[in-house]
């Protein structure tokens, strides 16, 4: 009786997870900047409806437009990190890899960047000479150059120094498509390494929490781990996403929901560095959500996983690479966890989410 | 990760849960209370029902503070939030508590100055960083964080930091637990007691619960294999007939408490004659106020608040489930009009609550999980 009475629940749930959803918050706060499920829904029910076009819905780290045979790969982001600098790069570096690597997660060959600062009134510039030079480095490692750019200066108090908005356009792989859709049951999920990383970073070196520890941003491009990956996985390769704010916990919920099919994770299998777990026990939160800044998630064909494992593991910034869980027919559009401990817990989308700006 | 690893064996798990099993009767219906929020958190984080034999049933105890906090008292924070000469520091798993009308974080985007802090001592220091501002800090919690409260006024007292004041919501375990256990709808057999307050009142207070009401009590700890061995603990004592109060935390509880902790508590604060609590109704002694000597620093006198009641939305079912009596997904708006994202009740937004547990970890249907690989 009472399992009926749990199962009804469950499946209205599901229901309600199926509709579109509606923004109704008559304000933004933060949560609604939080990579969550109130990001989600000021995407997917103010913006997506009002903008509705092919090349957006799928909301993927890049839109694919089609030009002639070719496909161009364009992608935007915006960067309102505080601190400016942090142990393990710049709001400069991550600006620049940011952009990269959401071309590069989705197959695409960056083509050229363009770079948007706002400057607040009273920046030195030393300050804004560093963060150009390390966004110059930046480009340089990821073989792109910056090619167009604007630049806009606001009064004191009007902004945290710099913002940076940065754009990329590459051109498409055709030997690859990508997307969740060609996911199936049995295909395995990588992970290029330790998560929530520069989430932790940022959380430390704004000193807020009066917590010491040596935890430094992976900020880094992903070109490299794409084509070891590309190379070794070929076809097998399904899908690829750059989990960085809201974290892997959010980017296998949209995995779940856009394939289907059910997430499993094993939580031994997690990478986490010992210090961010550490931090991140003393402060309630879970590294699932933390964000990445030089990582990987991608779903590959059984048979070539462990050859892809390897490639990762042989690539500079992806020695930590493991096997993180499998794709299933059920539990259908969910993500479940078998906790090291035994057990199994469900991982939603994070609600809300109290912790600060970090990208 | 040292010290924790250790506390999630899965070895160590497995040969607990069939010691657990071994003294089940597979003909009995053991209900058993985790009183604390926290201990709830772990229960569904690690999954730990999945070890226990059917038979067992954990029901979510009052131990969670932003759940029983009423409606009236969040409106009267936000109050104080919403003037303009003051900077409002609280945790951060009050910011989302619904009021009537909003909670914190919407209060935030309209222009209030709201600060999420991890310590009072926090709401100090930004105290000492803005003379001309006032910090007024909004204190919840059991005995857990009701010390490090006290701390702070007394620090605040000692520099002459006139700037800061405290809106006091803290409250005592014993008499909700007395209040359930009086409560003629609830059949409980054994209780798990609350680890972090214990590490300030100690054991003895739970005495009460095997001598007037022959119910069991282990203090545990918060690792799932704390919450395992503290379930074999009690089961033992119902196999064997035995009915006391057992320490499993003892790496931190101490039988008497912390006694410089409980000197500072009662310096600092004096017992309210009677305390609203959600879902629960008033009870008597039940929470703290800020004493005569401290009164200088006490937020309901300095801004006045006129002790408003608010009903709860009648949808909601909050106090059943804080009871014991109905299972978070037997409320009749969960997961439809209350969600994480759209909380009715204040058992949605807390992690510690069961309602969020069990709508972020613990929903799933069992028999579609597969094994293992």
Redesign the interface.
């Given at each position: 009786m009472s399992d009926q009475r749990e199962q009804r629940v469950l499946d209205a749930l599901e229901q309600a997870r199926r509709r579109q959803p509606k923004f109704t918050a008559p304000r933004i706060d933060m949560s609604h900047g939080a990579g969550g499920k109130a990001t989600h829904k000021l995407i997917e029910g103010l913006l997506l409806p009002a903008l509705d076009n092919p090349a957006l819905a799928p909301l993927s780290d890049a839109a694919l437009l089609p030009f002639g045979d070719a496909q161009f790969a364009l992608t935007t982001d915006s960067f309102v990190v505080r601190p400016l600098v942090f142990p393990g790069g710049s709001i400069g570096e991550l600006a620049v890899n940011g952009t990269v690597n959401d071309l590069a997660v989705s197959g695409a060959t960056p083509l050229g960047l363009s770079v948007a600062l706002i400057i607040e009134e009273g920046l030195e510039t030393e300050v804004l000479t560093y963060q150009v030079e390390t966004m110059a480095s930046a480009a340089n490692q990821a073989a792109v150059s910056i090619v167009t750019g604007d630049t806009k200066v606001v009064e004191r108090d009007k902004g945290d120094g710099l913002y940076i908005i940065t754009t990329g356009v590459g051109v498409g792989d055709p030997e690859v498509s990508l997307s969740a859709a060609s996911v199936r049951p049995g295909d395995k999920i990588l992970c290029s390494g330790t998560l929530g990383d520069h989430g932790a970073a940022i959380l430390i070196a704004r000193g807020d929490l009066e917590l010491e520890a040596e935890v430094r941003s992976d900020t880094q491009p992903l070109t490299s781990l794409v084509k070891a990956l590309k190379d070794s996985a070929g076809p097998g390769l399904r899908f690829m996403r750059d989990p960085t704010r809201g974290g892997v916990g959010t980017v296998l919920n949209e995995l779940a929901r856009d394939s289907g099919f059910g997430v499993a994770l094993w939580e031994e299998k997690l990478p986490v560095q010992d210090v961010v777990h550490g931090a991140c026990e003393i402060l309630g939160i879970d590294p699932l959500y933390v964000a990445n800044e030089g990582k990987l998630l991608a779903v590959v064909a059984p048979e070539t996983a462990d050859s892809a494992l390897e490639a990762l593991r042989n690539s500079k910034g992806g020695e930590e690479a493991s096997i993180i869980g499998e794709v299933r027919e059920e539990p259908a559009r969910m993500v479940l966890m078998h906790t090291q401990f035994g057990g199994t817990r469900m991982i939603d989308m994070l609600v809300g989410d109290p912790l600060p700006r970090i990208c | 990760?040292?010290y924790?690893?250790e506390f999630?064996?899965?070895e160590i798990?497995?040969a607990v849960?069939a010691e657990i099993a071994a003294l089940t009767d597979p003909h009995r219906h053991y209900k058993i209370m985790e009183v604390c929020g926290g201990h709830t958190h772990t229960i569904?984080?690690?999954?730990?029902?999945?070890?226990l034999p059917d038979q067992i049933e954990l029901v979510h105890g009052p131990g969670c503070p932003v759940c029983v906090l009423p409606m009236g008292r969040v409106d009267e924070g936000i109050e104080i939030a919403e003037r303009p000469e003051v900077i409002f520091t609280c945790f951060?798993?009050m910011?989302?508590v619904p009021g009537s009308k909003g909670n914190l974080?919407?209060v935030?985007?309209?222009g209030a100055d709201i600060r999420?802090v991890?310590s009072p001592l926090?709401a100090l220091r930004i105290a000492r960083d803005n003379p001309d501002r006032e910090v007024v800090f909004y204190a919840i919690g059991f005995e857990t964080t009701a010390p490090s409260t006290a701390l702070t006024l007394q620090r605040a007292k000692k520099e002459g930091i006139e700037n800061i004041s405290v809106f006091c919501n803290h409250v005592t375990i014993v008499p909700p637990v007395r209040a359930l256990l009086d409560s003629p709808d609830l059949r409980l057999d054994a209780f798990i007691g609350p680890g972090h307050v214990s590490t300030v009142i100690g054991c003895r207070p739970y005495e009460f619960m095997p001598k007037d009401y022959g119910k069991p009590c282990v203090v545990a700890g918060f690792e799932?294999?704390d919450l395992l061995q503290s379930i074999l603990m009690l089961m033992r004592q119902l196999d064997e007939g035995r009915c006391e109060v057992e320490n499993q935390y003892g790496r931190v509880v101490l039988w008497e408490g912390n006694l410089q902790a409980l000197k500072s508590m009662a310096e600092v604060f004096e017992l309210r004659p009677y305390f609203e609590w959600r879902g629960l109704g008033f009870i008597a002694q039940s929470a703290l106020k800020i004493s005569p000597a401290y009164a200088a620093f006490d937020a309901e006198l300095r801004y006045s608040t006129p002790g408003v009641r608010v009903a709860d939305p009648k949808a909601c079912q909050c106090g059943e489930v804080l009871k014991g009596v109905l299972?978070p997904?037997?409320c009749r708006v969960?997961?439809?009009a209350c969600?994480?994202?759209h909380p009715l009740g204040a058992l949605m937004v807390s992690?510690e609550g069961a309602c969020a547990a069990y709508?972020?970890?613990?929903?799933?249907?069992f028999q579609?999980?597969?094994a293992?690989e």
């Open positions: - | 990760m040292k924790v690893d999630r064996n899965a798990a497995r849960a569904y984080r690690h999954g730990i029902k999945d070890l951060g798993d910011m989302r974080l919407e935030k985007a309209q999420m991890y926090d799932p294999l299972k997904h037997e969960f997961g439809t969600t994480p994202d992690s709508y972020n970890f613990g929903r799933k249907s579609k999980v597969g293992r």
